[in-house]
């Protein structure tokens, strides 16, 4: 089993930057590829970006790409998702996943693992 613990939301204004972490604990060398997905009110949750163990590649949705960076600290088994230039379409709650596959994915049923999720509101 995998546990991720997300936290770092917050309420923000728009353009203002926010750090999100995820902290992974229990069996974490099963896990190849770890992401984030967010979910606004009457929404489905949607795919923002996901870290590859293999290479430390990363791959976002066009949505965020530019404004958004994925990192991990391995030391602490711990990914980051810093946001910058935030809109108020970012309004959402953040969830952390880890996949035990060693592709990325960009699906939720590709997923194993779910934290409980972060809200970020963004006020314009």
């Known amino acids: 089993q995998v546990q991720v613990v997300e936290s770092g939301g917050g309420l923000v204004q728009a353009g203002d930057s926010l750090r999100l972490s995820c902290a992974a604990s229990g069996r974490t060398l099963n896990v190849y590829v770890m992401g984030w997905f967010r979910q606004a009110p009457g929404k489905e949750r949607e795919f923002v970006a996901a870290?590859?163990?293999?290479?430390?590649?990363?791959y976002y949705a066009d949505s965020v790409k530019g404004r958004f960076t994925i990192s991990r600290d391995n030391a602490k088994n711990t990914m980051y998702l810093q946001m910058n230039s935030l809109k108020p379409e970012d309004t959402a709650v953040y969830y952390c996943?880890?996949?035990?596959?060693?592709?990325?994915?960009?699906?939720?049923?590709?997923?194993?693992?779910w934290g409980q999720g972060t809200q970020v509101t963004v006020s314009s």
């Open positions: 870290w590859r163990s293999v290479g430390g590649s990363t």
């Open positions: 996943a880890a996949r035990s596959g060693s592709y990325f994915a960009t699906t939720v049923a590709n997923y194993d693992y």
